[in-house]
DNA sequence: ACCATTAAAATCCTATATGATATAGAAAAG
DNA sequence: CTTTTCTATATCATATAGGATTTTAATGGT
């Protein structure tokens, strides 16, 4: 509840953000920030790529001084770095030890957090999950489109669950990790999940019974399957790189960009 | 291991540093970030007071954007807030029930980090541990320099902890916490850390021994009681306002500046 | 052929200036 | 005397320009 909804975008917004440039972001700082978000989370700019003010500039048709702005925002979110007299560049694609440590923390944090949020929901908040759990029994199965509304889906379970909690930090940290998933989201578009809608049906009838330990387990068990569906994504691209193909866009290389000119975007 | 040492300035660097500014900020943004983290931390921006931009940027004798990047900076961490087209203010000092969601939430992950510690911790990390050992077991006991080493230790230990844990996103996480409490540090020198010293000396002794169930176990221990001494205070301190007297400078009042005319820092 | 030094270009970083917004105070009307 | 409206001021937000640093490329030497 401490946690202010409309500040934060959905996936399927920052996805379809950068054609149509929404009304609402009040200063250029904002409407900045937005763009840069959803070219991360897109890959449109590619990870570890550099990030150049000037050409963005005249991209958004906008001053240089809300791109630096919007840059130190996403630099805070560890989106991207910033190496003094150089510039910016977008944060390299977690590895796959990066994103079992990520997982490792989530463990520690959300199930509690789904517990929490059992004890303490509100009426707002258990409204919010009655409604979310329509729309996701809506929800297509197989196709793209499927895992399109999965992955809203799961953003804004996970979302309400980390606001219902009713502990601020608790929010605030989950909401920063998941962040970083959401490239991976846009990445691995394979995975069915089939298995995942059932969990998150078995957390939100627990969380809409008021059963902590319930909702605590159904979190963990989920957040187990997610991590284990997670990297049998990444050994599944490896395995195609190492036959040599180029995955999505730029692909992976936690090195610098290769020889070939930099892109400044 | 995945953190850098160096970016984070200790209490004690953060409590001494407007008056001899340090030579290593390379950038303007970071020199202006570390003195407003100085002002922040020892009060002399109070909470809630108003943080003119022209202002500081006279005092610093700095341009004002890089000021603005270092407070765009500060408002990640939640120290600042941004009001559009009316400024930037310091964050309330947290209250009592926000204090307790932060050591909810330490209790989920420190303990973890600690056991962590104890098994994945290399060389360098031990070599760390064992010589913070050897300066707290030297620290006074008893005035108010006493505080200050303790202090410094309790930062040190936690943050040694957080690295040494191997996991970046664990790491961050536990550092972003720490950074609200450094201002209680300075709050609430009153605390006699006697039965804090041994707390951590137990923690130590279970990292260097390599035992993560002890370890866990008496980082428990110590957040117990640190939310215990810290509520404590609070008690103390909410006694002393309801009896007329004003502490430590501006107060925790909440709400806006009073009617005096606001301070613009 | 390879390395070092130097010069040039590009980019970032900072400073200053202009425009936009909100706030405070005064004057006027009810 | 209260309320409202208007004006003036202060501050924030953005744009633009100049200075500093890094990187790239070229040239000369080993």
């Known amino acids: 509840m401490t946690t202010n909804d409309?500040?934060?975008?959905?996936?399927?917004?920052?996805v379809a953000l950068e054609d149509a440039r929404p009304a609402y972001p009040q200063s250029l700082v904002e409407l900045a920030y937005e763009q840069l978000l959803s070219m991360l989370v897109t890959m449109k700019i590619a990870p570890g790529a550099h990030i150049g003010i000037e050409a963005l500039a005249r991209k958004l048709q906008i001053s240089q001084t809300p791109i630096r702005e919007a840059l130190t925002l996403l630099e805070?979110?560890?989106?991207?770095?910033?190496?003094?007299?150089?510039?910016?560049?977008?944060?390299?694609?977690?590895?796959?030890?990066?994103?079992?440590?990520?997982?490792e923390l989530r463990l520690l944090i959300e199930p509690q957090a789904a517990a929490f949020a059992a004890e303490r929901s509100d009426e707002t908040a258990l409204r919010a999950l009655a409604k979310l759990s329509g729309e996701m029994s809506l929800a297509q199965t197989g196709d793209e489109l499927a895992y399109a509304q999965f992955a809203e889906g799961d953003a804004k379970l996970h979302h309400l669950v980390?606001?219902?909690?009713?502990?601020?930090?608790?929010?605030?940290?989950?909401?920063?990790?998941?962040?970083?998933?959401?490239?991976?989201?846009?990445l691995f578009k394979t995975n069915a999940p089939s298995e995942a809608?059932?969990?998150?049906?078995?957390?939100?009838?627990?969380?809409?019974?008021?059963?902590?330990?319930?909702?605590e387990a159904a979190m963990r068990a989920h957040l187990h399957a997610s991590r284990q569906r997670m990297d049998q994504a990444f050994a599944e691209q490896e395995r195609a790189t190492a036959a040599g193909d180029v995955p999505g866009g730029e692909g992976r290389s936690p090195r610098a960009p290769r020889t070939r000119r930099r892109r400044t975007v």
Do not use: C, M, W, Y
Request: no cysteine; aromatic share 8%; proline share 4%.
């Open 6 to 14: 409309q500040e934060l975008p959905s996936f399927a917004r920052l």
């Open 76 to 103: 805070a979110q560890k989106l991207a770095h910033k190496i003094p007299n150089v510039g910016f560049r977008a944060a390299s694609l977690l590895t796959r030890e990066e994103i079992a440590d990520l997982f």
């Open 162 to 186: 980390a606001t219902a909690s009713g502990n601020r930090f608790i929010a605030e940290t989950i909401e920063g990790l998941h962040v970083h998933l959401h490239i991976f989201r846009f």
């Open 197 to 215: 809608v059932k969990e998150h049906e078995t957390i939100i009838d627990a969380l809409l019974a008021r059963d902590p330990v319930a909702a």
